[in-house]
């Protein structure tokens, strides 16, 4: 068996899943505790939403309010996001039923490691005091109940949601989208370059090649379609190897191409573009100024080809050379229940869309961050964005209900995430404020 097939089947299979809890708390509003309950979903990206009930007793009327989530890592003190604990934030209050009077609240929910299963569970609401920091609300009384995601329907209807609510739309919708003649002709076809042999980051990019064909996998699964796969890594890892299979490429006129590209970036003093030259060298020793490709070239290239859609993909620094990969703690992991996908989402993201997408995980002159048990974090953020895209449980609909707009939504979540998760990085030591990663994925879309 080849090395990089070997490498890449023993990491484990990902699949982007969801947290789901019902909750039961007391808030105080004016002189009264307030029993209140909630519903509370997130995806692995950190995308989801709250919704609450409860009487308010000062406007004397029954409320249901819609929030979104929004995390905030703790740092460990030693340069590394806490794996141990973690806070998710309400914010962006919406009033579903009940007075524009009534008092709304935004809870912080507070995520403490469950030492048996090794996964962040909600522990309790706190409080956050006038000076800034935090205290448990022991007065809440937090219970809370995890919801496998096939019992989840039992919980939505008009407890939870408004009628013509689209996410209660597709947890009751019935049947499966069929595809039409031409769809089911549509092919992927998928490259994959994965520098997985290189001894800093080899095996972080082995998990991002492995989560990329895993998303993909996935999609055609549900699509019906087919996929070709081109695996150019491990020994086969060479500039000849790319150049020659993207040569041989011949895409039907509504075929995807997708082109994902893993390992070592950097930027030529000579050259001005914005995206980054992939380091192709199979041997160290080799000139990285001529066994490179520009991802613009790339992308150029692929897009003459005259396939219906296209996404062009890098996972590397974006920096001059001397420059090396940030590596931080992977994200806190939650208990989690498996997502579903969903054929209209699908067709909406992938078999509606006539458009080329570039994008790269660090802007000009900026470092990539990931983790070697984990992964890069831009690929990690993508997949998991895309992934919820895809699914029954997707949280937000844009009103301009087009391919395009989706995909920005994707990217941008994805470039946010990215971010959040750079603010707990360091790109050199000591560990202070002025050695924090800045990486600020970038993208373009046509």
Known sequence: MPRWILLICLYPQFASALTIYQFKYYQRIGEQQVATEALFLQHDNGRGFMKTRYFDPITKSKMLLDMELEE?????????????????????????????????????????????????EPAALVKILDNGTKQIDSKAALSATFIDAKSLPKLIGPAFFADG???????????????????????????????????????????????????????????GTKMNVTMIAGTQYNKKNVVSSLKLLKPGKNDIVVFYYTGHGYRKNDDNRRYPYIDLRCKQHSDYLTETLNMEDIYRFIKRKGARMNLVLSDCCNSYVGKYNAVASAPPKKKTTPLQFDNDNISMLFLKAKISILATAADSTQRASGNPSFGGFFSYFLNTTLEASCSNTKTAYAKANSSPVWWNEVLTDTRTQTEKKAQFTYCDKPYIKENICIQSPCFMIE
């Open 165 to 223: 609510d689209l996410f209660l739309e597709k947890q009751l919708k019935g049947g499966i989208r069929q595809l039409t003649p031409d769809e089911l002709k549509t092919v992927i076809h998928l490259f994959i370059v994965a520098d997985t042999l290189e001894e800093q980051i080899g095996t972080s990019c082995a998990f991002d090649a492995k989560r990329v064909l895993n998303t993909y996998t996935e999609v055609i699964r549900h699509m």
């Open 72 to 120: 905030e890592y703790i740092s460990d003190g030693k340069g590394y996001t806490s794996q141990q604990a973690m806070y998710v934030h309400t914010k962006n209050p919406h009033i579903i039923t009940g007075s524009n009077r009534a008092a709304i609240q935004l809870p912080v929910i507070y995520f403490t490691i469950n030492k048996n299963t090794a996964e962040l």
